[in-house]
């Protein structure tokens, strides 16, 4: 079983940055994929970013290519989004989950084993 506690959300301008945190319970943190996903009112929950098990893999959704930075601290059992150049349409509860698979998938957000209660996140134009 693993706890997922995000942290980091708040009230920014465009073209701010904000860094989100997931503090993940348990012993077994380097066993699994991290992602970050989100959820806009109204709309359907969305893959951001995923990291691997080690570090050495990551990816992005499109929108946020070369503004958002995915890392993980295995040794604090934390994984973190840096969010730079931020857009009101980023705008969204963000959520982090963890998956115990790896490989293909990391996008699918029923592919992934624990969630997050979520952190909001506002960008005003």
């Known amino acids: 079983q693993v706890q997922l506690v995000e942290s980091g959300g708040g009230l920014v301008q465009a073209g701010d940055s904000l860094r989100l945190s997931c503090a993940a319970s348990g012993r077994t943190f380097s066993t699994y994929g991290m992602g970050w996903f989100r959820q806009a009112p109204g709309k359907e929950r969305e893959f951001v970013a995923y990291?691997?098990?080690?570090?050495?893999?990551?990816y992005y959704q499109d929108s946020v290519k070369g503004r958002f930075t995915i890392s993980r601290d295995n040794a604090k059992n934390t994984v973190y989004v840096q969010m730079n150049s931020l857009k009101p349409e980023d705008t969204a509860v963000y959520y982090c989950?963890?998956?115990?698979?790896?490989?293909?998938?990391?996008?699918?957000?029923?592919?992934?084993?624990?969630w997050g209660q979520g952190t909001q996140v506002t960008v005003s134009s």
């Open positions: 990291i691997s098990r080690s570090g050495t893999s990551t």
């Open positions: 989950a963890a998956r115990i698979s790896y490989g293909l998938g990391y996008a699918e957000s029923e592919t992934y084993d624990y």
